[in-house]
């Protein structure tokens, strides 16, 4: 989510919990806006929150990691867990 936002809270739009806005509390900028966040999970956020809330790092690893996961299954690689 590499942009300019005006953020509006402290907690992730799609679980709730601390988002870790570094925009919320004063910074500059987020960690998010350092991170590639993916379309799919942006597509989740209700629109009048886009672009203007963070996801939290936790639902970002948790997408990702689903993401990896369907791009192994689909090249027939076996996780190791």
């Known amino acids: 989510m590499v942009q ?3 953020a509006v809270g402290p907690s992730c739009p799609l679980c709730g919990k601390p988002n870790q806005c570094g925009v919320t509390s ?3 900028s987020c960690w998010c806006m350092r991170t590639e966040v993916p379309k799919q999970l942006i597509e ?3 629109d009048a929150l886009k672009g203007i ?3 939290c790092e936790d639902c ?3 997408e990702l990691a689903t993401i990896l996961s369907r791009q ?3 090249e027939g690689v ?3 867990e």
């Open 4 to 6: 300019k936002k005006r």
């Open 26 to 28: 004063g910074a500059p």
């Open 44 to 46: 989740r956020v209700p």
């Open 53 to 55: 809330v963070c996801i």
């Open 60 to 62: 970002v690893k948790a």
């Open 72 to 74: 192994e299954a689909s």
């Open 78 to 80: 076996v996780s190791r």
